[in-house]
């Protein structure tokens, strides 16, 4: 079965800077894969790379085998293919109001008629949200800025989600909640690639993990055994500088 | 009939007489505020969209003997989009992450080149007497009278029309579809808006198709209005949309439209009751002759300057501006010592040599030219203090510049002072009321601040410069503005070689006190502040005050080259030296050339006398092939080539602010520094 999404010895970096040096990985259908390591590994790099956001300077990102767009970025067709990102840190538009920043996504995901109920569900998801709807998004509370951002992304289900620091800023209430409609978008059949800082939750909800340390993934496998290969791992590089 | 009857029957023959300008002006503040909306860009070349499509119509219909119909669809429809299109694709797209203020400056650079590259590539002159017509058949012949008190044309018919299924339409778009929400997205985030599936490239291309096609739709109506079409008409069409657009703060469409039409009505209501009241009050009358034309501007500084909440809001930022690579480094600064002295000798024998060419063997017009070049480079260094060292763009330089030269006339006019120390007194003047006007102006900063002294530029050009104590009023219509060159003791500068070395040594006084401006406190202050509103805003007093120096320092200095192009020239000649359109060409060839040092200034002071008698006639090629009868067909090439180069090469100042020159270099300064470097390592 070809996987939803592979990178093949991805190289990718910003101006002069390489972030990549030949990364390889692929998440298969209704899969959910962790992606760990310190920061400045690489992570968030690679996640741009995966949703289009950065186009890799050597290598090929391919959506169910085939390649998209032709070196431009171009984040639209990944989306369009069924590839969702949540990005890192602050990702709504903020002079656009709660209900606007939705309706942009929902209205090419749903079309005019499934607007309202896609609303809906979201609000469902997050009332704070439903209940600052026609707030401008710039003036949200941090942690109701993340919601919004992942309230676009969990409603549409989309076949892959990536998702890079989901629970930063987000009160512990709000996280359990967050990795439990994860996991129920997951029961459903949407592929996961997670990246965290909370390892034991990402771990505890993917299959399998990927180790990254210095713009590699030095590591591969499931996601039980991964917890000590961190371990020794960050024992070694710790050791070694 | 008299009394309340007739008072209202004459406002509202004036209102009727002001909506169909007005809506041309809404249709154009529309488009404006469509394009600043959709891509961040301050559009200042929408007065050179219009004037393209303008002349397009004229020349398809007029010219070409086309029906109006298919002139109107070719120019409007068809050419003014395409131009939308390319300026996104090659230009704007790549510049979406760009500040706003580098922006304006591509944005003026087009308005400078655009209109020149069309009249040049479609041969396309003016043509005076040819009778510039409207849309519609027999369209200022045929006239509706539907409410008894004011006559329509078929034209002004149109007029309202066009703008009404304009607005329609734009109303529709935002409201029963998606795009709307789509192109205010794409410009807070490109890559946010791509995210949520949106093809944010096609979202920007079809709004500056649509806004594009806005401005040139209102380009033909208005065309009609002007005696014969010159693209400096055009621009000053613009600055009248923008005051339209700023009754909206520049992001609200209805109030862009009754901005629009405000204006319209606003000024013929003026027109139509001044005069009758300057009747009975004579001493109105100065008002109704100045003010009229002015109206614009004057409500557009208002506007500026009296509403606090205009200007505030930040730019919104974008959230995923992380994935950007950041910005190239600018080449080094620091030279190795050999290239510094190597270059330093370098331009002193330069400057020997063509020095001595000029002083012994130059005729009177070479003798003129380079005098021309100094005293330019000497105006420029204004720029290089406000734009270069405070990085704020302002566009009343020429008003400056044109203030020292009108009190070296008046000076010299009334009461026989010395015109030396005349232009020093012009200089205090100009700072004076630099400083004056930074007051007001300088909380706006960005974008805002570049409009206000535009406005001011404008305004002081259809106002202040018809009053007998400035302009010399109906003096100057007789006589000229005439300016004595200056006589200090045996020394008499009516003779070009001494006037030429005068103005050598201003030169090197101005230089050097820019650098040492550059230098000091409050150099090192507005480094720290350049571009940042935030960092202005944090530090407070100490910066508001560095920033009320560099205008007035800056104004000073426009003042005294402005005096001194006067003497030179023995006249002020206020609208071919200092208008302001011809002022905006100032800005664009500095930054073109190079606005952070005095040595930009100085290429660009001799690029604006030299460049088109030297390289463009082909007389420097001439004298390298010895004759002229060598010299390629192609030459002379027509000067106006000149805006369109340095047009196109401030486009560039988004991506190298330092100016083209400067880039490349210091780009070569550094390869060559790496070579010395090499050897030495070699050698050692
Ligand atoms: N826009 C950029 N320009 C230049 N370098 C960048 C840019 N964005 C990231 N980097 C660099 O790329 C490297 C990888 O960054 P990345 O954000 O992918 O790390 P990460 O693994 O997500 O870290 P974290 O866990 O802290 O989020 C880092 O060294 C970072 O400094
Ligand atoms: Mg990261």
């Keep these: 079965m070809t996987p939803i999404l592979e990178l093949r010895d991805v190289e990718a970096g910003y101006g002069p800077f390489r972030a990549l040096f030949g990364v390889s990985l ?46 431009r970025p171009s984040a639209w067709r990944f989306v369009r293919a069924g590839v969702a990102h949540a990005p890192e840190g602050r990702s709504v538009f903020a002079s656009l109001t709660v209900e606007e920043n939705l309706a942009l996504s929902f209205h090419r995901a749903f079309g005019r008629a499934g607007l309202a109920g896609a609303l809906d569900r979201a609000y469902e998801l997050f009332p704070r949200l439903g209940e600052r709807r026609t707030q401008v998004a710039g003036t949200l509370s941090g942690g109701e800025q993340r919601m919004l951002s992942l309230a676009r992304v969990l409603v549409e289900s989309p076949r892959l989600l990536i998702a890079d620091e989901l629970s930063l800023g987000l009160a512990p209430m709000i996280v359990d909640q967050v990795f439990e409609t994860l996991g129920r978008i997951r029961a459903a059949g949407t592929a996961l690639l997670i990246v965290e800082q909370q390892v034991g939750h990402a771990l505890e909800l993917c299959d399998r993990a990927a180790v990254m340390e210095h713009g590699l993934i030095t590591w591969q496998g499931p996601s039980n055994e991964a917890g000590a290969v961190l371990e020794s791992r960050l024992f070694e590089t710790g050791a070694a500088r | 009939m008299s009394g309340a009857a007739g008072f209202f029957e004459d406002l509202f023959r004036g209102l009727l007489q002001g909506t169909p300008p007005g809506a041309v002006y809404a249709l154009i503040a529309l488009g404006f505020v469509l394009t600043y909306k959709t891509s961040g860009v301050f559009n200042l070349a929408f007065g050179a969209q219009a004037y393209i499509s303008a002349a397009m119509y004229f020349k398809a219909h007029t010219l070409w003997g086309w029906p109006k119909w298919a002139a109107l669809v070719v120019s409007a429809f068809v050419l003014a989009p395409l131009i939308g299109l390319v300026l996104e694709r090659l ?59 004011y006559r329509f044309n078929r034209d002004e018919l149109a007029m309202m029309a066009v703008a009404l299924a304009a607005t329609l339409l734009l109303a529709a778009l935002f ?90 009505w606003f000024i013929a209501v003026f027109n139509t009751f001044l005069p009758r009241w300057s009747g009975d009050h004579t001493w109105l009358r100065p008002f109704q002759e100045n003010l009229t034309p002015s109206l614009p501007f004057v409500v557009l500084f208002a506007i500026l300057v009296l509403w606090r909440a205009i200007g505030r809001e930040r730019e919104a930022s974008d959230p995923l501006s992380g994935v950007d690579p ?149 003096t100057a219509l007789l006589t000229g503005t005439r300016v004595p060159r200056p006589l200090v003791g045996p020394i008499d500068f009516a003779s070009d070689r001494a006037f030429l070395v005068l103005a050598v040594v201003v030169l090197v006084v101005v230089s050097v006190v820019v650098i040492q401006l550059r230098e000091g406190t409050v150099g090192r202050t507005l480094t720290a502040l350049r571009g940042s509103e935030v960092a202005a805003a944090s530090i407070g007093i100490s910066a508001a005050r560095a ?79 010895r004759g002229d009868d060598h010299l390629p067909g192609l030459f002379p090439i027509p000067g106006s080539w000149r805006l369109v180069l340095f ?32 050897r030495e390592g070699a050698a050692s």
């Design chain 1, 26 to 71: 692929a998440v298969e259908a209704a899969e959910a894969v962790a992606l760990v390591g310190a920061n400045g590994a690489g992570k968030t790099t690679l996640a741009r790379v995966a949703s289009g956001l950065v186009a890799p300077s050597a290598g090929t990102v391919l959506v169910d085998g085939e390649e998209i767009g032709s070196g």
């Design chain 2, 91 to 149: 230009i704007f797209r790549h510049l979406r992450t760009a500040s706003a203020v580098s922006k304006l400056v591509v944005a003026l650079g087009l308005s400078v080149a655009l209109p020149e590259l069309f009249n040049q590539a479609a041969r396309f002159t003016a043509v005076a007497g040819r009778q510039i017509t409207g849309i519609m058949p027999d369209g200022s012949s045929v006239f509706y009278d539907p409410f008894g008190v």
């Design chain 2, 175 to 264: 409201r029963f579809t998606m795009i709307g929400l789509a192109m205010r997205a794409v410009v807070e985030s490109p890559r946010m808006t791509e995210l949520s599936g949106i093809n944010a490239d096609r979202t920007s291309a079809f709004a500056w198709a649509l806004s594009s096609t806005f401005a040139g739709l209102a380009g033909v109506l208005i065309a009609p209005r002007f005696n014969s079409l010159i693209s400096t008409d055009f621009f000053t069409l613009v600055v009248i949309a923008v005051a339209a657009a700023a009754v909206g703060k520049l992001v609200s469409l209805p109030r862009a439209l009754l901005g629009g039409l405000g204006l319209g």
């Design chain 2, 326 to 474: 950041p910005p190239p480094a600018l080449a080094a600064l620091e030279r190795h010592p050999k290239l510094t002295l190597f270059t330093r000798l370098f331009g002193v024998g330069f400057v020997a040599v063509v020095g001595s060419v000029v002083w012994f063997r130059a005729g009177v017009l070479w003798m003129h030219l380079v005098t021309t070049a100094v005293i330019m480079a000497v105006i420029y260094l204004s720029v290089t203090v406000i734009t270069g060292m405070a990085g704020q763009i302002s566009l009343c330089q020429g008003t400056f510049a044109a203030i020292g030269g009108f009190t070296i006339f008046q000076m010299a006019d009334r009461f026989n002072m010395s015109v030396l120390a005349a232009a020093l007194l012009g200089a205090g003047v100009a700072a004076a009321v630099g400083a004056l006007l930074s007051l007001p102006v300088l909380r706006l900063g960005g974008v805002w601040l570049a409009i206000a002294t535009l406005a001011f530029a404008f305004f002081f050009d259809a106002v202040m410069v018809k009053f007998s104590w400035v302009g010399g009023g109906t």
């Design chain 2, 547 to 625: 920033r009320i120096v560099a205008f007035a320092v800056s104004a000073a200095i426009a003042g005294l080259g402005g005096a001194l192009l006067s003497m030179h020239q023995q006249n002020v000649n206020y609208s071919t030296n200092f208008g302001p359109v011809n002022a905006l060409f100032w800005l664009v060839i500095v930054v073109a050339l190079g606005a952070r040092t005095v040595e930009g200034a100085i290429q660009a002071g001799a690029a604006f006398a030299l460049f088109e008698p030297l390289i463009l006639k082909g007389d420097l090629l001439a004298w390298i092939l």
């Design chain 2, 647 to 678: 047009g196109m090469m401030a486009i560039q100042f988004a991506r190298h602010p330092e100016g083209l020159v400067e880039h490349g270099k210091r780009r070569s300064a550094a390869r060559i520094n790496r070579w010395l470097e090499a």
